[in-house]
């Protein structure tokens, strides 16, 4: 069955890096992409990013360029997602989630859904406080 | 970029009886192979979310019957045809044609009155 487990809970001062992980099994890990959705104390979900687990491309939310990098290992099936300068709004509970394959070239990306589906397996979630 | 607008942001239901929730996004989502990408997911207190629906109206592996989707181009509800106590959670409304960015509904919470 598909899984997606992630790392535990990480308190961080202001300023500092948080590296969280998302181990995948059940499926080829390199057959789809991972996107990151966070969401804050008693607030919705906000998309962070995606991940192409094939080829290493990314795209980022326009509001964390400059602070985020995705990355994958395909050696051990896991994604990792890396917050830097971090800030108190950056509060959050972190989801992995298994997304659609896909490549980016010149700025833009592409795909062929084909028979995958969007966002259909989650991680548990991640606990990241930012407190001084 | 794509906002998804829900309402209402709170539904108190009876057990037993239906619910429902709507959802409209800014632009149309037809995708250009014809499909249209909005899923429904639903968060119980204390978990991650978990998807219901995809594509307007495809019931996820294990999920009830009693949740339908429907809708086209902009406008788009999820029902729940007997609200059962497990139900309890909030739901979002997710788009998923602009790739790959994916937007979300504020969430509306689902409790029994």
């Known amino acids: 069955q598909v899984q997606l487990v992630q790392s535990g809970a990480e308190v961080k001062k202001p300023g500092a890096s948080v590296k969280v992980s998302c181990k995948a099994s059940?499926?080829?890990?390199?057959?789809?992409?991972i996107s990151w959705v966070r969401q804050a104390p008693g607030q919705g979900l906000e998309w962070m990013g995606w991940?192409?687990?094939?080829?290493?491309?990314?795209n980022y939310a326009q509001k964390l360029q400059g602070r985020v990098t995705m990355t994958t290992d395909t050696s051990t099936s896991t994604a990792y997602m890396e917050l830097r300068s971090l800030r108190s709004d950056d509060t959050a509970v972190y989801y992995c989630?298994?997304?659609?394959?896909?490549?980016?070239?010149?700025?833009?990306?592409?795909?062929?859904?084909?028979?995958?589906?969007?966002?259909?397996?989650w991680g548990q979630g991640t606990l990241v406080t930012v407190s001084s | 970029d794509i906002v998804m607008t829900q309402t209402p942001l709170s539904s108190p239901v009876t057990l037993g009886q239906p619910a429902s929730i709507s959802c409209r996004s800014s632009?149309?989502?037809?995708?250009?192979?014809?499909?249209?990408?909005l899923s429904w997911l639903q968060q119980r207190p204390g978990q991650p979310p978990r998807l219901l629906i995809y594509?307007?109206?495809n019931r996820f592996s294990g999920v009830p019957d009693r949740f339908s989707g429907s809708g086209a181009g902009t406008d788009f509800t999820l029902k729940i045809s007997r609200v059962e106590a497990e139900d309890v959670g909030v739901y979002y409304c997710?788009?998923?044609?602009?790739?790959?960015?994916?937007?979300f509904g504020q969430g509306t919470k689902v409790e029994i009155k």
């Open positions: 594509k307007i109206s």
């Open positions: 059940g499926y080829t890990f390199t057959s789809y992409g």
């Open positions: 632009q149309s989502l037809v995708h250009s192979d014809g499909n249209t990408y």
């Open positions: 997710m788009q998923a044609t602009q790739f790959p960015h994916r937007a």
């Open positions: 991940i192409s687990a094939y080829n290493g491309n990314t």
């Open positions: 989630a298994r997304d659609i394959p896909g490549y980016c070239s010149g700025g833009s990306c592409y795909h062929d859904y084909g028979d995958f589906i969007p966002t259909d397996y």
